[in-house]
């Protein structure tokens, strides 16, 4: 087993690695491939479902519970702001600069090193499981959704997105809806008190003023915000019907499919459609084992109003990893180097605690 310091070291480099590769979501197969390396460098069997590289620690026992340990190798797409080359890993005052470096490269190596610390160790209480999955920033079809059917049957995850390494014991869930405002058409020129467009005004009210009764002590409210209107393809002619898009972000004090049938019975919407319900709300308990161990090495608890794959876990979860979200899918991005070595210790002292 190659000790703490080595991996740490290695998990590093291979950021490194998978920064100065392109990985798109839907297009990771090049960083696949760098993760294949490492395992094999590790001598550890592996496997890999499409762009998804998962493994299992060497005495896994079908009669033990099995812990997830989960981050995902794909990035967006670097924005226009940048002033550094995203594809560059550069290292400036211990930052480490670069497209997924922070989300959620950080994590995805501290993980795996994590992970190859502990292949060799026997009479574990849980069975691991290693995923890096693919997608996980399009909510694709081939990401850790596909997994579930494939791997072990999971009793408990620790995804790894950017948390400071607090954790994050609640997650909110995600409906994007498609809304439609009708009016009468009319040409521009002569009087018409059904207009679409206007008619959208009280309708944006009622999005912006409505609140769900049911509050969330970790998560809070549900947030509801129109993100998106279209309407017209020309200016001397009123269009029959406006189109809005409404994301609703959702605590775990509702289903998907509740939000949706109270918006369709109480908006003032013409119509209104939800996209998909399956990304929901995630949660582990505070009484958990891992919470418990995560505290007693004094990390706080809070809920996270952004979305991982947990949303596609049915199992309990905690999000946990180094860095920090709000640098996410921001210009030059970058992570701490310390962050990589304390996320690292971290995930190592959480784990032996409870394994």
């Known amino acids: 087993m190659s000790t703490q310091e080595e991996l740490t ?12 590769t392109s990985s798109f979501s839907s297009e990771e197969e090049n960083t696949a491939v760098l993760i294949e390396t490492w395992f094999k460098e590790a001598s550890i069997p592996f496997n890999r479902t ?5 493994a299992v620690n060497k005495y896994f026992n079908e009669g033990k519970p099995t812990l997830l340990l989960n981050s995902h190798h794909d990035t967006v797409k670097p924005n226009k702001a940048y002033t550094k080359d995203p594809f560059k890993a550069v290292v400036e005052n211990d930052k480490l600069y670069g497209l997924g470096s922070n989300d959620a490269g950080g994590c995805l190596v501290s993980l795996l090193a994590t992970f190859t610390y502990f292949f ?4 574990l209480k849980y069975n691991l499981v290693f995923v890096a999955s693919a997608e996980e920033e399009s909510s694709g079809e081939n990401g850790l959704n596909s997994m579930l059917t494939i791997i072990p049957k999971i009793d408990v995850a620790i995804v790894g997105e950017p948390t400071l390494m607090d954790l994050a014991i609640a997650e909110k869930g995600l409906v994007v809806f498609d809304a439609k405002v009708k009016g009468t058409p009319g040409h521009a020129a002569h009087p018409n008190n059904d207009n679409a467009i206007y008619n959208t005004i009280s309708v944006l009210e009622w999005f912006k003023n409505y609140r769900f009764k049911k509050n969330s002590d ?9 993100t998106q209107i279209s309407a017209g393809q020309q200016h001397n002619a009123i269009p029959s019907e406006a189109d809005l898009v409404i994301d609703v972000r959702v605590n775990d004090k509702y289903t998907n499919e509740e939000i949706a049938d109270i918006l369709k019975a109480e908006s003032p919407c013409s119509t209104i459609e939800p996209r998909s319900l399956r990304l929901n709300s995630s949660s582990i308990s505070a009484a ?10 004094g990390r706080k608890t809070y809920g996270s109003p952004t979305l991982s794959d947990q949303a596609c876990l049915t199992c309990p979860s905690l ?9 996410s899918h921001s210009a030059d991005e970058f992570i701490y180097l310390h962050e990589i070595e304390e996320g690292i210790d971290l995930y190592i002292k959480l784990i032996e605690k409870v394994l």
């Open 9 to 20: 070291i290695k998990a590093i480099e291979l950021l490194k690695n998978l920064i100065e």
């Open 218 to 226: 970790t998560l809070g409210e549900v947030k509801m915000t129109v």
């Open 319 to 327: 999000k946990l990893g180094p860095g920090d979200s709000t640098r």
């Open 120 to 123: 060799n160790v026997e009479d």
């Open 50 to 54: 499409k762009n998804n590289v998962w």
């Open 288 to 297: 958990h084992s891992l919470v418990k161990a995560g505290i007693a090495l």
